[in-house]
């Protein structure tokens, strides 16, 4: 019982270290692109070619990312006008909402 108590204690421990480790890493990752300071991908060119898609042109002109990604962006557009920051919290939004639902789908299958 002694054994079990001292590895379920490690298991916690080191679960709650990675989780730690993780939202250290997410807050210098995203606290980098706060005011548009560091920008890893292509969103200039993302948020240009919803702009156009929004004015009509069909996305599928375009290379790239899947023309349901852009009509995301376009409709987004619609909705809040042609809004840089708004398309900045979108893609982030979803990305925080996916990686949140990959990781805990993960930690429940873990079993912990």
């Not at 421990?13 to 807050?27: H, K």
């Not at 899947?66 to 409709?75: C, E, P, T």
């Amino acid at each position: 019982m002694i054994f079990k108590d001292a590895i379920t204690s490690r298991v916690v421990a080191r679960d709650l270290m990675s989780l730690i480790g993780l939202a250290i890493f997410a807050a210098v990752y995203y606290g980098s692109l706060y005011n548009y300071g560091y920008d890893w991908g292509d969103i200039g060119s993302y948020a240009q070619i919803c702009y156009e898609v929004s004015l009509g042109s069909p996305p599928t002109n375009f290379f790239g990312y899947g023309a349901g990604w852009y009509l995301l962006g376009a409709g987004l557009f619609h909705m809040v006008g042609v809004n840089f920051t708004a398309l900045m919290v979108m893609v982030y939004g979803l990305i925080c909402f996916s990686g949140g639902s990959l990781g805990c789908r993960w930690m429940i299958r873990c079993g912990t």
